[in-house]
């Protein structure tokens, strides 16, 4: 039998996501801070690849980056929630790392290398308890909201 | 340099790449191994190490290494497993030289083997179930097509110079008896087939293959003895992601800087390079590579091979039997198989796909998590 939908958005990687505190607040990408050299990454590590400073720091990351580079997926990957036609990015934070993500709301003919984005979210399955697991993405910055 | 031995390239050999459903993982490597020891001239109790090269598709996952060479005989050497994905049988060469220029073995043989799925490659290995393969990151083409769409915006190269790279590799390959793919390809039919990923169509996507490369290495008093015409394996460098401003190793890792100390330890430059091979997985492989390998400046890689400097004719021949495009890329064999075209370039042994009076050849040869440059000469 089908577990009911708890409505309940978590992250599918919450090394990698974390959800807003509060109604109407945005999720932010989780990365690791150096409290030696200020260097900051993506995603969780213990040591800095920069300074070699052991025990990087839990932070939040620049919700907002443009397109260093992308392509356009036309075959489907096994195990990818993504469907084709579908963009995938690596995004250069405005505070430094890198990320790879997947760009969502955003026409296909539109991408290209600088495009100014920000980091949403996007639908990566269900969970065994019936909550709606996200995973980071990105999209088109759209300047008029801000 | 003092206490250091020379390293010749003795013998090499190949199976044929492409699908054959019928042989198994240990058909495929005793037929190139048995190939590479009678192009030596030499039996296999002569060899003193063994390495095989293999990233592992389908078959045994442990101890292939010692199953495979076990095909040839017993006399009790010591067996090495080196796995760099499509790297490994250069990287496996690597050591293989090291153990020979040290002084710890005079001999030693190399086996690169692969049997591999139908498909599209997939980062990590196919049914990969990590977060990034669920986010539909987990796409090996998409790593070529990013390098490839940043030199587009950075340089303006453009789709069709990535394409002319495949029309090329699928015309040499037609002289490779070796060869998975001998038959020729127009510019039009690479652009017009399936697009994979952005600018990447089908035609411009290695195959998955079976295969197998041996070669066989002595030092050079052992040579000698067997030949008056050496090949040697001059030089050789490896390297894994630089981690620099922020990225961390996007790609393979740092090509030029593993070039320029293979080229310092040759004692020689770009510019004495008769006959190269690159590890064109994916069209953008080439062009990349020879700005990367100081052939051309940053940014001339695609009109330079879109004007033919790349041809066997051309100023820098590349991938001068198919390449992977092409010949087909059963991972672990590749890198011995591109050790095996330049020996049979240098030796003027390639037919009607010889450069004329090629003197010194260059291997570069790149899998997730590392990259080889081997600088060969007569
Ligand atoms: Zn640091």
């Not at chain 1, 995603?43 to 690849?49: E, F, K, N, T």
């Not at chain 2, 986010?135 to 490839?148: E, I």
């Not at chain 2, 430059?269 to 091979?277: K, N, R, Y």
């Amino acid at each position: 039998m089908a577990v009911a939908d708890t409505g309940r958005r978590v992250p599918l990687n919450p090394d990698m996501v974390e959800m807003p505190a509060s109604a109407g607040g945005l999720p932010r990408l989780v990365g690791s801070c150096c409290p030696a050299c200020g260097a900051r990454f993506a995603a969780r590590r213990a040591i800095c690849l920069q300074c070699a400073y052991r025990g990087l720091e839990r932070c939040t990351l620049s919700p907002t980056g443009t397109v260093w580079t992308f392509t356009v997926v036309r075959q489907q990957p096994p195990g990818s929630v993504p469907q084709v036609p579908y963009a995938i990015a690596q995004v250069q934070l405005d505070d430094g790392p890198i990320v790879a993500a997947p760009l969502v709301d955003t026409a296909i003919e539109v991408v290209r290398v600088g495009l100014p984005v920000e980091m949403t979210l996007c639908d990566a399955g269900r969970d065994a308890d019936g909550n709606t697991l996200v995973a980071h993405a990105f999209r088109a910055r759209q300047e008029e909201k801000r | 340099m003092t206490g250091e031995r020379d390293v010749v390239v003795l013998g090499v050999g190949l199976h044929p790449f492409g699908r054959f459903p019928d042989r198994s993982l240990d058909d495929l490597a005793r037929h190139a191994a048995v190939a590479a020891l009678d192009d030596a001239g030499i039996t296999f109790r002569e060899i003193e190490a063994g390495f095989v090269g293999r990233v592992g598709g389908t078959g045994p996952p442990v101890g292939v290494g010692t199953r495979i060479f076990s095909e040839l005989g017993q006399h009790g050497i010591p067996i090495t497993n080196i796995e760099l994905a499509c790297g490994s049988s250069s990287r496996a060469l690597m050591h293989a030289a090291d153990m020979i220029r040290a002084g710890s073995a005079e001999t030693a043989m190399v086996i690169g083997v692969e049997k591999m799925e139908r498909g599209m490659l997939q980062v990590g290995g196919a049914g990969a179930t990590s977060y990034a393969s669920v986010m539909g990151l987990n796409v090996m083409p998409a790593a070529y097509a990013m390098r490839a769409q940043r030199h587009m915006a950075e340089y303006g190269t453009k789709p069709e110079h990535f394409a002319q790279v495949s029309v090329k590799a699928h015309r040499n390959a037609m002289h490779n008896p070796y060869a998975q793919y001998r038959v020729a390809i127009t510019l039009e039919e690479v652009l017009g087939s399936r697009m994979v990923c952005d600018p990447l169509t089908l035609y411009q996507c290695c195959p998955t293959s079976d295969g197998a490369s041996a070669v066989v290495l002595a030092s050079e008093t052992w040579a000698r003895r067997r030949t008056a015409s050496p090949v040697w394996l001059a030089a050789w460098a490896g390297g894994s992601p630089v981690y620099e401003n922020g990225h961390e190793g996007l790609g393979e890792g740092p090509t030029g800087a593993v070039a320029r100390r293979a080229y310092a330890r040759a004692g020689i430059g770009p510019e004495d390079i008769d006959v190269t091979q690159v590890h064109d997985a994916f069209t953008p492989g080439e062009i990349l590579t020879i700005e990367e390998l100081g052939y051309v400046k940053p940014g001339d890689g695609g009109p330079f091979v879109f004007g033919g400097g790349t041809e066997i004719t051309g100023k820098y021949p590349v991938n001068t039997d198919g390449g992977l495009l092409s010949r087909g890329h059963p991972m672990g064999a590749t890198g011995g198989a591109m050790v095996t075209e330049v020996v049979r370039q240098l030796r003027g042994q390639a037919g009607a796909r010889q450069v004329e009076g090629a003197r010194a050849g260059l291997v570069q040869n790149a899998g997730i998590g590392g990259v080889n440059v081997l600088v060969l000469s007569a």
